[in-house]
T-cell receptor, first 114, second 109 residues
């Protein structure tokens, strides 16, 4: 069966520091991968998605970036965090291809910027 | 623009039935998902509708009317563990997933 791992679970970072969140998927090949942010009490905001290695689409201009160095690895980064980057970050995967498939989420990373 | 509307919060009694509505205006339609999200946790997939009608899965059912841009999630025999947020999400013509803000469901004994 497929599993998704996301770490760390919680992170406290000072303003201006860098960020690296990692997500890996097991048990499937060539998945679609997604990074979301959820502010407290709000809906999900899609940040990035990827349909293959090195293929990243950005949905929202910001100081974050994403990379997919391997088929089942998705990394969210920032060179300099802002206070507004605080939130609940979720990685998700779905079966690759154009056929509609549900997205399945990792446990999330709660990021607090001080 | 694209828009999904859900009530912000609903309250129901343990053992009862509750219906959570979702209306959408999107550029095209390729399906609708319902997810459950407990506080502090990640969303989990509940149901998928692409054709009109009712899909039943145990205590949970989901209904879709494409002509009305409307869906609902029906929860029967409510249990305390059903207290969570319920997210409606629509796939548009570009196969992008548009998320609603979610409905917080509070179950009272």
């Amino acid at each position: 069966s497929q599993t998704i791992h996301q770490w760390p679970a919680t992170l406290v970072q000072p303003v201006g520091s860098p960020l690296s969140l990692e997500c890996t998927v097991e048990g499937t090949s060539n998945p679609n991968l997604y990074w979301y942010r959820q502010a407290a009490g709000r809906g999900l905001q899609l940040l990035f998605y990827s349909v293959g290695i090195g293929q990243i689409s950005s949905e929202v201009p910001q100081n974050l970036s994403a990379s997919r160095p391997q088929d089942r690895q998705f990394i969210l980064s920032s060179k300099k965090l802002l206070l507004s980057d605080s939130g609940f970050y979720l990685c998700a995967w779905s079966v690759g291809g154009r056929e509609v498939q549900p997205q399945h989420f990792g446990d999330g990373t709660r990021l607090s910027i001080l | 623009g694209q828009n999904i509307d859900q009530p912000t919060e609903m309250t129901a009694t343990e053992g009862a039935i509750v219906q959570i509505n979702c209306t959408y205006q999107t550029s095209g339609f390729n399906g609708l998902f319902w997810y459950q999200q407990h506080a502090g946790e990640a969303p989990t997939f509940l149901s998928y509708n692409v054709l009109d009608g009712l899909e039943e899965k145990g205590r949970f059912s989901s209904f879709l009317s494409r002509s009305k841009g409307y869906s609902y999630l029906l929860l029967k025999e409510l249990q305390m563990k059903d207290s969570a947020s319920y997210l409606c999400a629509v796939i548009d013509s570009n196969y992008q997933l548009i998320w609603g803000a979610g409905t917080k469901l509070i179950i009272k004994p």
